[in-house]
Structures are given as structure tokens and as C-alpha cells.
Nanobody
Framework: QVQLVESGGGLVQAGGSLRLSCAAS????????MGWFRQAPGKEREFVAA????????YYADSVKGRFTISRDNAKNTVYLQMNSLKPEDTAVYYC????????????????????WGQGTQVTVSS
């Protein structure tokens, strides 16, 4: 069982930066793939970024490539999402998600692939 708690959201002007954190419970954190999703009012949950258990492979939605960076610190049981050059369309509730490592590949952009979710943190980008 894994519990996830997001933090770091807030209000920022367009062009600014925020760093989101996701603190995870459990001694097996290093064996989990981690992802970030976001959901704006009236829209479905959208994939943002993912990082494999090893940290060697990362994946990004086209909309955030070059602006966002996902990373992890297994010693601290924490995953980060560094968000730069923020745009008003980045406004959403951001969710951290986790799934145990499995043999083979997975569809990182699909919410249903993940077993555990945090409660979310609000990010608002003003213009």
C-alpha cells in the first residue's frame, strides 16, 4: 500500500516557475513507476510526465516538453515536477500517481495504468 501527498502548488504569473513535490510512503518506493497528471475544469485527466523506477527513462506530454522536468529522489521517497515557462493553459489540479514495477512495458499516459493517486495540488497561472 502506497500513500501519496502532493505539495508545491500555488498561484504564479505566466512565464514563472513552480516545483511540485510528491511524498510517498512505503519502503518499496524505489520499485514504483511514478507519473504526474493534471485535470482542468470540464476536461478529462491529462498525462503530464512519467518516470520509471530506475529514473533512467522519462516521458512527457507534447504540451510540456522543454518546459517541465520530472525527477525522483528515492532516498527521500519523493518525486518532483519542475515547471518552467508556465502558461495559463497549465492551470489545473496536478495529481501524482504510482504503479508497481512490472515485467515489460506500460502505457504511461493512461490513468488506468496507475494503482495509487494523491489528492492533488492546485496550480493557477495568471496572464
Amino acid at each position: 500500500q502506497v500513500q501519496l501527498v502532493e505539495s508545491g502548488g500555488g498561484l504564479v504569473q505566466a512565464g514563472g516557475s513552480l516545483r511540485l513535490s510528491c511524498a510517498a510512503s512505503g519502503r518499496t518506493f524505489s520499485s514504483y513507476h511514478m507519473g504526474w497528471f493534471r485535470q482542468a475544469p470540464g476536461k478529462e485527466r491529462e498525462f503530464v510526465a512519467a518516470i520509471r523506477w530506475s529514473g533512467f527513462y522519462t516521458y512527457y506530454a507534447d504540451s510540456v516538453k522543454g518546459r517541465f522536468t520530472i525527477s525522483r529522489d528515492n532516498a527521500k521517497n519523493t518525486v518532483y515536477l519542475q515547471m518552467n515557462s508556465l502558461k495559463p493553459e497549465d492551470t489545473a489540479v496536478y495529481y501524482c500517481a504510482a504503479v508497481p514495477r512490472t515485467v515489460g512495458s506500460m502505457s504511461y499516459e493512461v490513468p488506468g495504468e496507475y494503482d495509487y493517486w494523491g489528492q492533488g495540488t492546485q496550480v493557477t497561472v495568471s496572464s
